[in-house]
């Protein structure tokens, strides 16, 4: 073991203090935290992510977790020699790709995030969209002529399912995975889903983790705070483009609602939850509804 001179007590006794007051300004409050497919790719930031999210339960936040996966949905996919195909960010998606997606996000991934947040103790429980009809969904249009297949969107949130896991201090874990009332499963959007359980639930805040800073202007610097006009003229302008299109969307029409704030950060930095939450500026990108909604000194 490391022997501490009195100098790291000193600094380690300063940043506990000064957790304090975001500790108190995050109590008892809800936040859905979006993890993206790419966010989840190192096995150490996954086991990082899920003490995370552990802590912020244990100190009164109720974290409610939205994952993507993209990525593993795809590497299944090859190994069935299937190739995957997008539109407009869309995975195109046949009969046979839903059940892919389905064994892998609900089967794999989503209990790969339970069972990391569960050796802190018994703390999560993981459910898909279509578990207690949580996310009932209808087919989304075809985009520019092409036919998504089982792509869907949000038509109603549930959220009493949500409520009842965490008035039991459990952390929900939910794919994005939905269903209509004949039963057919849809694959949607994770960013989309995220963001309607936030509005849902009138969460305080909704966080995007995701592989960039947050996001980047057109030159490629970070843009650290954004109201939902800069939001809408980015979208407009075409300067947000692929996967960031959703995720500035939802942030739009979240803080638009009843969502206090939306980031949108860089979850393969070491505790990047920590860091957003307990530190003064946080990380990534910041949206706000109005810049006069941000409380000095932010
Ligand atoms: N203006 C922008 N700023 C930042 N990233 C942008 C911008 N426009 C497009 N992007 C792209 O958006 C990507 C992030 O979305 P992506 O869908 O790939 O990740 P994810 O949602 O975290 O993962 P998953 O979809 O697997 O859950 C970035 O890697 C970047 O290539
Ligand atoms: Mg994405």
């Known amino acids: 073991m490391i022997a501490l001179s009195t100098d790291d007590f000193g600094l380690k006794a300063k940043v506990l203090t000064e957790v304090l007051p975001y500790i108190k300004m995050h109590r008892g409050k809800t936040v859905v935290i979006k993890y993206g497919g790419n966010a989840m790719q190192d096995e150490g930031i996954r086991r990082m992510f899920a003490s995370d999210v552990v802590l912020m339960r244990y100190v009164g936040i109720n974290p409610v977790i939205v994952h993507g996966g993209g990525p593993q949905i795809t590497e299944y996919m090859r190994k069935l020699s299937m190739e995957p195909s997008f539109v407009n960010g869309h995975r195109v998606t046949d009969s046979e790709t839903m059940e892919i997606a389905k064994m892998v996000l609900v089967g794999k991934v989503n209990k790969e995030i339970v069972s990391l947040i569960n050796r802190h103790g018994a703390l999560s429980m993981g459910l898909s969209g279509e578990d207690g009809n949580l996310i009932m969904a209808g087919k989304r249009p075809s985009e520019d002529g092409a036919d998504l297949g089982w792509v869907g969107d949000v038509e109603h949130v549930n959220v009493e399912v949500i409520e009842e896991l965490l008035s039991h201090e459990l952390i929900p874990v939910i794919a994005s995975v939905g269903s209509d009332e004949e039963g057919n499963s849809y694959n949607i959007n994770a960013d989309i889903v995220a963001g309607e359980i936030a509005t849902a639930l009138s969460a305080?805040?909704?966080?995007?983790?995701?592989?960039?800073?947050?996001?980047?202007?057109?030159?490629?610097?970070?843009?650290?705070?954004?109201?939902?006009?800069?939001?809408?003229?980015?979208?407009?302008?075409?300067?947000?483009?692929?996967?960031?299109?959703?995720?500035?969307?939802?942030?739009?029409?979240?803080?638009?609602?009843p969502v206090g704030r939306a980031t949108i950060l860089d979850g393969t930095i070491e505790h990047a939850l920590l860091l957003e939450l307990f530190t003064s500026g946080g990380v990534g990108t910041m949206i706000v509804q109005s810049m006069d909604d941000l409380l000095e000194g932010e």
């Open 204 to 257: 305080d805040k909704i966080i995007y983790m995701t592989n960039v800073k947050g996001i980047l202007d057109p030159s490629g610097e970070l843009i650290s705070r954004l109201d939902a006009e800069g939001c809408s003229r980015m979208l407009a302008n075409g300067d947000v483009s692929e996967g960031m299109i959703p995720k500035v969307s939802s942030c739009l029409a979240a803080v638009e609602g």
